[in-house]
Nanobody
């Protein structure tokens, strides 16, 4: 079992930056692949980025590639999402998730644990 708590969301102007953090409980954080997803009002939850157990492999949605960076610090039980060049269409609730299988998947249903989410609003 792992509990996830996101932080770092807020209101930012288009072109600005935010860094989201996701702190995990437990001593087995390094066994999980981690992912970031987002959900805008009236839309399905969508994949943003994922990272392998060691951090050596990362994957991004095309819509954020080159602007967002996922990273992790296993000593701090934390995964990050650095978001640069933000656009109004990035506005959503952002969730982090943990995958027990250790596979950095793009699929929502493959993740076992989810945080409560943090709101990101980008104004034009």
């Amino acid at each position: 079992q792992v509990q996830l708590v996101e932080s770092g969301g807020g209101l930012v102007q288009a072109g600005g930056s935010l860094r989201l953090s996701c702190a995990a409980s437990g001593r087995t954080f390094g066994n999980y692949a981690m992912g970031w997803f987002r959900q805008a009002p009236g839309k399905e939850r969508e994949f943003v980025a994922a990272i392998s157990r060691s951090g050596g492999s990362t994957h991004y949605a095309d819509s954020v590639k080159g602007r967002f960076t996922i990273s992790r610090d296993n000593a701090k039980n934390t995964v990050y999402l650095q978001m640069n060049s933000l656009k109004p269409e990035d506005t959503a609730v952002y969730y982090c998730a943990a995958d027990r299988a250790g596979v950095p998947s793009r699929r929502v249903y493959e993740y076992d644990y989810w945080g409560q989410g943090t709101q990101v609003t980008v104004s034009s």
